[in-house]
């Protein structure tokens, strides 16, 4: 079983549509989640971080997590053409512990 | 702010050479992590420092790749002897490394090709 496992994709929706992006952890104490973009070709870049359970909204995205299922989302709204790229799920169980990233989900906005 | 400084950008070396790069994380960052990210794939973790200790090599293949962080600030990754299915992005980042505040955040990488 893979430490953090996401759909690969692609995820295609129109312009102005919402994304919806999962991931599930394998190691029930995770404590720490994180959601990267990566452009092609660029390096990821940090989007949202998350580490209660419920919703955290920063303009148009909004990450949401469950520890009892052990799953973690990113919801984008109103997506754009420029929101296409992949998204990477990553975990850290606890402070001075490592940082395990997900496949990530190639995502697809279609103006 | 300065953020996490890799050289070189890119790397073309032959099978069996070596090969070393370099990363600058951001100042204050205590935690410093190398990934390997093989097209397509997600990064994966090659080593994991806290200062100047090691957290977690679990997937760095010891018998070719070496990494040290010296004064807990830069750290260099070396690849010898180099084989063709090393050829990947060599991504290095930093976090502050506090509880709480495990923000990771990720240089431009070094794109190695092995011919």
């Known amino acids: 079983q893979k430490e953090v496992e996401q759909n690969s994709g692609p995820l295609s929706v129109p312009e102005g549509a919402i994304a919806s992006l999962n991931c599930t952890y394998s190691?029930?104490?995770?404590?720490?989640f994180f959601w990267y973009r990566q452009y092609s070709g660029k390096s990821p870049e940090l989007i949202m971080s998350i580490y209660s359970n419920g919703d955290k909204e920063d303009g148009r995205f909004t990450a949401q997590l469950n520890k009892a299922s052990q799953y973690v989302s990113l919801l984008i709204r109103d997506s754009q053409p420029s929101d296409s790229a992949t998204y990477l799920c990553a975990v850290n169980r606890e402070y001075g512990n490592k940082l395990v990233f997900g496949a990530g989900t190639i995502l697809r906005v279609k103006s | 702010e300065a953020g996490v400084a890799q050289s070189p950008r890119y790397k073309i070396i032959e099978k069996r050479q070596s090969v070393a790069f370099w990363c600058n994380p951001i100042s204050g960052h205590a935690t410093l992590y190398w990934y390997q990210q093989i097209l397509g794939q997600g990064p994966k973790l090659l080593i994991q420092?806290?200062?100047?200790?090691?957290?977690?090599d679990s997937q760095l293949p010891k018998d070719r790749f070496s990494a040290e962080r010296l004064k807990g600030v830069d750290s260099t990754l070396k690849i010898q002897p180099a084989k063709l299915e090393d050829s990947a992005v060599y991504l290095c980042?930093?976090?502050?490394?506090?509880?709480?505040?495990?923000?990771?955040?990720f240089g431009q990488g070094t794109r190695l090709t092995v011919v």
């Open positions: 420092f806290q200062n100047n200790g090691v957290v977690d």
């Open positions: 190691d029930r104490v995770s404590q720490s």
């Open positions: 980042a930093s976090s502050i490394g506090r509880r709480g505040n495990t923000e990771a955040f």
